[in-house]
């Protein structure tokens, strides 16, 4: 069975420019997960999915993150634009529903520069 | 906001020998799923083990045993014959609003000394 599937896992970028990474959870899982976790620290929720609904997203920043998961399989994190505060691991994670183990993708690393 | 307190940043064991993780959280909730969860230098969060609140036995995966004691709110995590491979992050994990919302705390390295 594959894992959670993150692309990219390294990305560079400019401040102000846009980034997006993109997330496909396990086949099946319903709920999926974005967190982002700065060097050194746990990491924290970002936005809840159940299906394609955004069920929890009261800690996306939501002036320039924005997220979306058309037909409630993949999902796709942007940061429009980005800051050099952004600069962090960005998780996604799946369960088969909430409160399940969740299982976690590699992540993606963004710099900004 | 519910706070995840790991009060060891740094632990290091020798190989084969006996580690224990602490952590303690506050919460409101009387059930819950409480997990520990394990990330190795390449980034990928694995599942170790995990508690269900309401249960009184301590949960147990092979070497992975927890210490949950509900009312004063302790999680450890207790790894018996440690292996090099063990060496990583450990992040306590309980879950809030019926655990479909998970706090980290911000986590354990844990070094095995050969």
């Known amino acids: 069975e594959a894992g959670v599937v993150q692309s990219p896992r390294y990305k560079i970028i400019e401040k102000k420019q846009p980034v997006a990474f993109w997330c496909n959870p396990i086949?099946?899982?319903?709920?999926l997960y974005w967190y982002l976790q700065n060097l050194g620290q746990g990491p924290e929720l970002l936005i809840r999915?159940?299906?394609?609904?955004?069920?929890?997203d009261s800690q996306l920043p939501k002036d320039r993150f924005s997220a979306e998961r058309l037909k409630g399989v993949d999902s796709t994190l942007k940061i429009q634009p980005a800051e050099l505060g952004d600069s962090a691991v960005y998780l996604c994670?799946?369960?088969?529903?909430?409160?399940?183990?969740?299982?976690f993708g590699p992540g993606t690393r963004l710099t900004v520069l | 906001a519910q706070t995840v307190t790991q009060s060891q940043p740094e632990m290091s064991v020798q190989e084969a020998e006996t580690v224990t993780l602490s952590c303690t959280y506050d919460t409101s909730e009387s059930d819950y799923y409480l997990f520990w969860y394990k990330q190795p230098p390449s980034r990928q969060m694995i599942l170790v083990i995990r508690?269900?609140?309401?249960?009184?036995q301590n949960a147990t995966e092979n070497r992975f045993s927890v210490n949950f004691q509900k009312a004063a709110k302790s999680f450890s995590l207790k790894i018996s014959d440690s292996q090099l491979g063990d060496a990583a992050m450990y992040f306590c994990a309980p879950g809030q609003g019926g655990s479909e919302k998970l706090v980290f705390g911000k986590g354990t390295k844990l070094t095995v000394n050969p």
């Open positions: 086949s099946g899982h319903n709920t």
């Open positions: 999915y159940e299906n394609e609904e955004a069920v929890d």
């Open positions: 508690q269900e609140a309401y249960k009184q």
């Open positions: 994670a799946s369960s088969f529903r909430g409160g399940d183990e969740q299982f």
